[in-house]
């Protein structure tokens, strides 16, 4: 019978699995290990059998003497110590593999983990209003292009979002939205895990984690936290908008992801994520994947055709200089006629000088697979390249705008979907998180 009674909570197998699942040979059944406490021996078990059979006949005699009131107590207590030294095997072995190899052991939760050799990519966006064409050539359609070659989570992150005060309600209709958005774009639910952040609560308990290893100088010193309490003088600050890249950290690391491809933007929250990675390793052993931050070639700062030395934003002042994935063709071609360049007429790429002219020049390159020198070539006036770039565009998104209404009018399978990949997400990030309370030593419930 197991000894249930000893105070060892959940069952070794289960436990040892989730920790270093990679090998079998330590997976033993509770009541195979309830044996090999009395009879068995491990490879580099530092209690050999000798050391037991000394051990027990102790116990014997402490039984004889009365000290322990029988001898079926005294093997009782041989194999629950003998049972915490596999325990202990079990857990220093889990504990010096960087990654978890799943697939190397039959009996697996569906889906299985990626083996290490198989790339692992996360990357997540908010649910906060509409997605424009930064996000687009900044984010989903590099996402899109990896999906089949490597390992890929894809979350929507409404917990994010909260750190702007909305009514009840707005977040959660952003997150289908842009659930469908993420489909419609290209992101196929047979191969990519797309998950909502809040369904899979790991995050907010890692993100505690990581906020404790993460100092306040290096969060009040993000660019980012920096331009956003400027706008807002005299009104609320959370203090979620300070902590969001432990949060962020915690999207990242939860994955074991070794690529993050985003928008220039998000550069400095990959590396605060590295260094918060890198800190908690060395204080506690190797737990966490170093991830790296992946920025497209093209289109990795989309600028706003208003503004052209400040990015394309939902939150940017005008809306005719941020162009929306559902914008309709006519609303996109006005725009981009409206667009900021200069007073001169040469149409050439020179981001300083023609900041405008440029990011015309990014946005149409972007859309028709060239570099932005290339799509200069020809153009004499800034009309005819409005347009053509505004033509570009409406190409690009009618056929992603046709099937984003086919998916919205379905918000059940969208649902459908979600709760598969959280589902998938979960089976990850809680073995990732359970690691990670372990290397810091905290006692299980
Ligand atoms: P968010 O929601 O602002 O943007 C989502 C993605 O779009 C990119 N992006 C742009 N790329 C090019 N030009 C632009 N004008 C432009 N605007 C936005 C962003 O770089 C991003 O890749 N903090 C993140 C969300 C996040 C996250 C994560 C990202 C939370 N956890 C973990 C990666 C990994 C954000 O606010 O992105």
Redesign the pocket.
């Known amino acids: 019978m197991a000894p249930r009674g000893v105070g060892l909570g959940d069952p070794l197998p289960a436990r040892a699995s989730r920790l270093g699942g990679g090998d079998c040979a330590l997976q033993v059944g509770l009541g195979d290990a309830y044996s090999l406490g009395v009879l068995g021996r491990l490879p580099g078990d530092p209690f050999g059998l000798v050391a037991f059979s000394l051990l027990a006949a102790l116990l014997v005699r402490l039984a004889l003497l009365g000290l322990v009131q029988s001898i079926a107590e005294a093997c009782h207590r041989v194999a629950v110590v003998r049972l915490l030294s596999v325990a202990m095997l079990a857990r220093r072995h889990a504990s010096s593999l960087a990654r978890v190899d799943a697939n190397s052991c039959g009996s697996r939760p569906d889906p299985p983990l990626a083996s290490p050799t198989v790339t692992r990519v996360?990357?997540?966006?908010?649910p906060?209003g509409e997605v424009h064409l930064?996000?687009y050539?900044?984010?989903l359609r590099p996402w899109v292009e990896g999906q089949h070659e490597k390992d890929v989570f894809h979350?929507i992150?409404d917990l994010?979002a909260l750190t702007v005060i909305e009514k009840p309600g707005v977040v959660g209709e952003a997150t289908i939205n842009l659930a469908a958005m993420l489909f419609a774009v290209g992101l196929d639910p047979e191969v990519a895990t797309v998950f909502v952040q809040s369904h899979v609560r790991e995050h907010s308990q890692l993100a505690w984690i990581m906020e404790c290893t993460v100092s306040y100088g290096e969060l009040s010193r993000m660019t980012q936290f920096k331009d956003k309490t400027s706008k807002r003088h005299g009104q609320f600050i959370s203090a979620g908008l300070l902590t969001y890249p432990a949060l962020?950290a915690a999207?990242?690391l939860l994955y074991d992801t070794d690529e993050?491809p985003?928008?220039?933007?998000?550069r400095q929250?990959v590396e605060i994520t590295r260094d918060i990675a890198e800190r908690f390793n060395f204080r506690f052993g190797d737990t966490f994947v170093i991830p790296a931050a992946v920025i497209p070639r093209a289109?990795?700062?989309?600028m706003d055709l208003q503004d052209p030395t400040s990015?394309?934003?939902k939150s940017a002042d005008t809306e005719s200089g941020c162009v929306m994935m559902l914008d309709s063709p006519d609303e996109i071609v006005k725009k981009f006629k409206r667009a900021v360049t200069d007073s001169e007429s040469e149409v050439r790429y020179d981001v300083a000088a023609k900041p405008g002219v440029s990011s015309l020049l990014d946005i149409l390159a972007a859309a028709t697979g060239r570099t932005p020198q290339e799509a200069a070539v020809g153009y004499e006036q800034y009309g005819r390249l409005k347009q053509d770039t505004g033509e570009a565009v409406v190409a690009l998104l009618e056929p992603i705008q046709t099937r984003y209404r086919d998916l919205i009018a379905d918000k059940g399978e969208l649902a459908r979907l979600l709760q598969i990949g959280a589902g998938r997400a979960r089976s990850v990030a809680s073995v990732t998180l359970q690691r990670a309370y372990d290397a810091i030593g905290l006692i299980r419930p």
């Open positions: 996360l990357s997540c966006i908010q906060t930064g996000n050539f900044g984010a979350g992150v994010h962020q999207d990242i993050v985003v928008g220039d933007d998000q929250h289109g990795a700062r989309v990015k394309m934003s």
